[in-house]
């Protein structure tokens, strides 16, 4: 009878995680793609996608324009708006962003509680693993930080058998985009009330490369689950009869909200 060495062992008790990586894939397709994951799949899923192709806005499920967003300049500039899924706060997106999206069964880690805290800590634990020879991590209440600085930002949804914990990492930004995104009344407290430019920070500025970032992380993540790469051409649930919730704003939609700020 063969014996198995420990990497063999350990896999063989591990369960398999889906791998799709993919760059350039636009905003609204990607998370197109991840809730038709979440609700038409039940195997476990990474996506790693690098950049998106124009700046684009996106915010939660619950999230008032008149409130997140210089409505008047987005309009002005045409840059489009999202409303994902999710929970969470609002981001401009672009290019030079980094994303990375885990969906699990509930069962899929153990002892992981599916609730919003446990999965923002082991999410949390995962980076710090993956991000220890660069900076210094922190999970400042729902963010990741390099010391009191934001560079990553994260949204959940927790349904009856399935989590996704998604993240936008800011590898780089146009600071004159920010100014598209209003300071939140609900800010986190670590924020204390700075502006955009000195609360976020560039990864670009503590790490070498994407690809090492990713690397790293994807390493992290064999610590939980075996990978099995997948294209995107070939992911059955794409065809999946299911309508997602995500949607782009109207044109006549976000005038709306502007004269609602006016009147």
């Known amino acids: 009878m063969p014996i198995m060495n420990i990497n063999q062992a350990k896999n063989a008790v591990l369960p398999l995680m889906n791998l799709v990586r993919t760059k350039g894939l636009p905003i609204l397709d990607q998370l197109h793609l991840e809730e038709k994951l979440l609700r038409c799949s039940m195997k476990n899923w990474c996506i790693v996608n690098i950049g998106t192709p124009k700046p684009t806005i996106v915010m939660g499920i619950s999230g008032r324009p008149a409130e997140l967003i210089n409505i008047k300049s987005v309009i002005y500039d045409q840059v489009p708006v999202i409303r994902r899924f999710t929970g969470g706060g609002t981001v401009i997106v672009d290019k030079e962003t980094v994303f990375i999206t885990f969906i699990c069964n509930k069962e899929a880690v153990p002892l992981l509680q599916p609730y919003p805290q446990p999965i923002m ?131 006549q939609e976000l005038e709306r909200n502007l004269v609602s700020t006016i009147v």
């Open 121 to 251: 800590a082991w999410s949390g634990k995962l980076y710090e693993n993956a991000l220890q020879n660069f900076g210094e991590f922190h999970l400042r209440e729902n963010d990741y930080a390099f010391n009191n600085k934001k560079f990553g930002g994260n949204a959940q949804s927790i349904i009856k058998n399935r989590w996704i914990h998604h993240t936008s990492f800011l590898w780089n930004y146009d600071v004159n985009n920010m100014e598209y995104l209003k300071i939140p009344s609900r800010a986190p407290k670590y924020r204390s009330e700075r502006s955009h430019v000195e609360f976020l920070c560039k990864m670009k500025d503590i790490l070498p490369s994407k690809s090492i970032f990713i690397e790293k992380t994807l390493n992290s993540v064999e610590n939980h689950f075996v990978f099995q790469p997948i294209e995107i051409e070939k992911i059955e649930e794409l065809n999946a009869p299911y309508k997602p919730s995500t949607t782009l704003l109207s044109q």
